[in-house]
């Protein structure tokens, strides 16, 4: 299938917030600010579909589990990725005391919409869940 690239930048005013490109059907989403120095979302449009498909039948909820995921695995990667090794357990040390707090979940909500505004970008359509497809086409 051929997908269209692009990119797209959350504007929220919330701390922590995401953007991202897509091209050829992969997205590529980072924290704002410093794309060189910081965790690596990389997640297709395939994957997007097999998580709706197998996921919740509300697609907002399969969003934030797979960009919880995503998010999680790229700062593991970061951090284990880090030569120095002061750094990496500075890296370890703020990462498992912040993952848990508002900050990170401000994150994982950007990340959602990232994805949403790339999927749409990449596909002409919003990402939804069969449930969710299935209502659409009742009320048409």
Known sequence: ????GGSFSDK??????????????VMVIWRKGNKNDSP???VSINEVDQALEKGSANSEYTLRQLAKQKDYAAVEIWIDGTKKPVLRQW????WER???LPYEEHA???????????????TGEL??????????????
């Not at 005013?13 to 091209?23: F, L, R, Y």
């Not at 990402?127 to 048409?140: G, Q, V, Y």
Request: charged share 35%.
């Open 40 to 42: 690596i979302i990389t």
């Open 91 to 94: 890296r370890r040390y703020f």
């Open 127 to 140: 990402p939804r869940s069969p449930w969710e497809k299935h209502w659409e086409e009742k009320e048409i």
């Open 12 to 25: 929220s005013k919330e701390d922590n917030v995401m953007s991202g490109t897509v091209k050829n059907g």
């Open 108 to 122: 994982i909500d950007s990340a959602v919409r990232v994805i949403k505004n790339l999927y749409k970008i990449a």
């Open 98 to 100: 912040d993952k848990s």
């Open 1 to 4: 299938m051929l997908y269209t």
